[in-house]
């Protein structure tokens, strides 16, 4: 199957840095990717769509500008936390679909973000 | 937002036991898919049930959808105890955007060998 890879796959920042979580797929294109973030012991909530060549689309509730998302090139998506603080900690995932329906969704291994 | 609805939310069995866990949601849907995650790691893809199917079968896993009730769920037969992980249900909406998916909160699952 489709391989999604993420890096780095854990990073730890002092409050008010910025951190870049990159996405990448690694053997088909992605004109789409997704980010969600999951909190310990909770569900995935969907943070953006990025979009290849147009500007990402946000959730309801998410920051654009602080959680500023780049889709470079049809194989890697950029998330970008910007002044992060404590409670930014989390598990960030990418995914991008694969081709035609029914729209099985391929996963990165996720990127643990620990913010001091 | 989360759309769906799981339970239980822990499930603790033996070996060789069946483990069912169950799925609602709100909107209509295109499909629904169960992923199971690993603690601290990425979700693997498990079953696929499109919206006009009542069952499907993929090995030990059993999928039902119930698209009256807005309810699936998931059997996972003769346990083992690598199946320990957290189990997630999402659904496509129906006309959403492309490959866009809600999860539901999940069921956490631990088989004692």
């Known amino acids: 199957g489709a391989v999604v890879s993420q890096h780095p796959s854990r990073v730890i920042c002092k409050s008010g840095t910025s951190v870049k979580i990159e996405c990448r797929s690694l053997d088909f294109q992605a004109t789409t990717m997704f980010w969600y973030r999951q909190f310990p012991k909770q569900s995935l909530m969907l943070m953006a769509t990025s979009n290849e060549g147009s500007k990402a689309t946000y959730e309801q509730g998410v920051e654009k500008d602080k959680f500023l998302i780049n889709h470079a090139s049809l194989t890697l998506s950029t998330l970008t936390v910007t002044s992060a603080h404590p409670e930014d900690s989390s598990f960030y995932i990418c995914?991008?679909?694969?081709?035609?329906?029914?729209?099985?969704?391929?996963f990165g291994p996720g990127t643990r973000l620990t913010v001091t | 937002s989360q759309q769906g609805e799981e339970d239980p939310q822990a499930l603790s069995i033996q070996e060789g036991e069946n483990a069912t866990m169950n799925c609602s949601y709100k909107?209509?849907?295109?499909?629904l898919q169960w992923y199971r995650q690993n603690s601290g790691r990425g979700l693997v893809h498990l079953i696929l049930?499109?919206?006009?199917?009542r069952e499907k079968h993929s090995g030990r896993l059993r999928v039902t959808l119930d698209t009256s009730k807005k309810s699936s769920s998931l059997l996972i037969t003769a346990s083992r105890a690598a199946d320990t992980a957290s189990y997630f249900c999402a659904t496509l909406a129906g006309g959403t955007s492309y490959g866009k998916l809600t999860f539901g909160q999940g069921t956490i699952l631990t088989v004692h060998p």
């Open positions: 909107t209509s849907i295109n499909n």
């Open positions: 049930i499109r919206s006009n199917e």
């Open positions: 995914s991008a679909p694969g081709q035609g329906a029914p729209y099985e969704q391929y």
